[in-house]
Every structure is written in structure tokens, then in C-alpha cells.
């Protein structure tokens, strides 16, 4: 058997064991992800032999048209990890175990729609429905305030503009407009910076309030894109740069992987 596992190869010389691993890795891979348009995936074991001790050169994936959880739309995701260890058996039994921790450099891009389509997610519209907070109360006479139809506008620089209604509860919608620049902050935060606030969508009597909430709207954006929250389970994922690219948002970092993660 360990004779067939190390030295079987296919008449174009691919090894028997680094294809089993490629097949069990893309299953793994595809079962994270709610919906994939493709997945392609790479590993790299030179000698073969190293794949009876769990030893692999590096891991690679690129994904296009993905999907987590539904709502939350990747264009495409590629990452590339350094030396695996994995623990061999798992591999036979079709899953993927690590014997210790790696690393993965990793590229993400979004679409402006994928972006827009995320504010549709319950995940993220509990945290803008019936905010108690008191900058928003005390603009609406204590009534819990909303903010819906949520638009983003990808810009160059790393700019975005912003348009939402907020709902004061008091049978009006008062329409917000804004711009920011978008920042990394301590490699797992993505902040809004700048913000520059219009109130040319609002009529002359909401113009005053169009402004103030726009300014509270900012503040909780400002706190909302936090990778921790995100994480996958066994995997911390970090930002080192950002990029605005026409209607794409392009980040780029690494995830420390403790252990490959469940499908969600």
C-alpha cells in the first residue's frame, strides 16, 4: 500500500497521493462556501514520499462568483499557505486535519454590487435596525432610529460614497448622503475616514436632521467592519492593505490557520 501511495504516478507523471490530497482539499474547500462559480486548487509535495509524514511544500486556492453564508458575495479569493503539516490519516478518511498552525497569504475582491447586496444580509441589518444609541434618540424624540436602502459607490482613492434613508419611527424617512476614505486599523478593522456629509437629497425642512444623522451613521460604520467578528471558526484572518479598483474593492493580508474550519 505505502508502495502504491509514493511512488503510483498517472503517465503525465502526477503523483497518486497529491492528487487524492488536491481532490480532498477542493471538496473541503467548496463545503465552506454557500456557493462557488469555481474553485481551483493547487498542493505541492516534492518528494511524495513527505506525504506519508503529512509534510506538504505549500497549499494554494483561487476562488471565483463565492458565496458565505448566503449573502456575503466574493468576486474572487485566492490564498497560498507556507509548509502544512497534516496529519496524513485524515486525509485518507477524506478531511483535512492539521498537526500544527500555518500561515496563508490571501487576496480578496468584492464587487460594488456584492458589497451593496451584503447590506441586505440579516447579519448585517440587525446591527442598523432599532438603534437605541443616544446620539440617534436624541435626534428622534427617544423613538429607536433605522437606516435602510443602503447604497455604496466605489470611488477611486479608496473613496466611497454612501446614501441611506434613516427612519426616525415618526412616519418619515430622511435621506442621508455622504462620502468617506476607506483605512485599515490595526490589520482587522476597516474604517471610514474623512467623513464628508451633503444634503442635497433632502428636503430644506429635514436638512438639518439629513446632516446629524448622517454623522451617527458614519460613527456606526465606522464600527461595523470588524474582521473578528468574521472570522471563520480556527481561522484569524488580518488586512495590510486596501485598494479601490473601478467596481471592485481589493484587500490583501494573510490568515493565521489553526485548524480548517467547518462549513458554515
Known sequence: MFGGLTGLTTPTGTDWGERMLNS????????????????????????SS???QGSIDNFKMSGRGLAI????????MSFETDAVALDFGSV??????LKQPTQAVAEVKLSEAGINHAFTAE?????????????LTELSGGEPVSFSEVQVELLPNNQVKILANADL???????????????????????????????DLAPEAQK???????????????????????????????????????????FSGYAQIERIPNAP
Not at 69 to 76: A, M, N, Q, S, T
Not at 124 to 135: A, F, G, Y
Open 24 to 47: 480532498v482539499a477542493s471538496k473541503t474547500i467548496r463545503h465552506l462556501f454557500t456557493q462557488s462559480e469555481s474553485i481551483e486548487v493547487s498542493v505541492r509535495c516534492y518528494p
Open 50 to 52: 513527505k506525504l506519508l
Open 69 to 76: 453564508r448566503k449573502d456575503f458575495l466574493v468576486d474572487e
Open 92 to 97: 485518507l478518511g477524506g478531511k483535512l486535519t
Open 123 to 135: 447579519l448585517v441589518k440587525k446591527r442598523l435596525l432599532n438603534l437605541t444609541l443616544p446620539s
Open 169 to 199: 419611527n415618526n412616519d418619515q424617512l430622511v435621506p442621508i448622503s455622504m462620502t468617506a476614505t476607506l483605512a485599515v486599523e490595526r490589520r482587522r478593522r476597516v474604517a471610514f475616514n474623512n467623513p464628508q456629509f451633503t444634503t
Open 208 to 250: 438639518e436632521i439629513s446632516q446629524a444623522m448622517a454623522i451617527a451613521f458614519a460613527e456606526i460604520l465606522d464600527n461595523m467592519v470588524d474582521l473578528d467578528r468574521f472570522d471563520l471558526d480556527g481561522v484569524t484572518m488580518r488586512i495590510n492593505r486596501l485598494e479601490t479598483q473601478g467596481k471592485q474593492l481589493i
